[in-house]
């Protein structure tokens, strides 16, 4: 599975950006971590193969709403209302993701998201 993300860039705080990510070569479930600068990777949210299902972390969610595209096995990640503590390297994942190991089957290169106050 190979994945092709893009996106992101420079915002400030309060604005929205945009993330997408197509998988080639299978159809899973999608998602993003993101890892901040001198932190740990952290789950950022989740959404099933059929679309219907997802599933955020606590500190998106409410700002940060997943959609997808099955026909063309690409995803979304709309991001609101940004805050500096968005800043972080994002990562699309795809296949099985576990929350609480911060794992997934297949990682995307990381996309960079920039949020000044």
């Known amino acids: 599975v190979q994945l092709q993300a893009s996106g992101g860039g420079l915002a400030q705080a309060g604005d929205s950006l945009a993330l997408s990510c197509a998988a080639l070569?299978?159809?899973?479930?999608m998602g993003w971590f993101r890892q901040a600068p001198g932190k740990d990777r952290e789950f950022v949210g989740s959404?099933?193969?059929?679309?219907?299902?997802?599933f955020y972390a606590e500190s998106v969610r409410g700002r940060f709403t997943l959609s997808r595209d099955t026909a063309n096995d690409t995803v979304y990640l709309q991001m609101t209302d940004l805050k500096p503590e968005d800043t972080a390297i994002y990562y699309c994942v795809v296949g099985r993701i576990a929350v609480r190991t911060n794992t997934a089957d297949y990682w995307g290169r990381g996309t960079l998201v920039t949020v000044s106050s």
């Open positions: 070569g299978g159809t899973h479930a």
């Open positions: 959404i099933s193969r059929n679309g219907r299902g997802t």
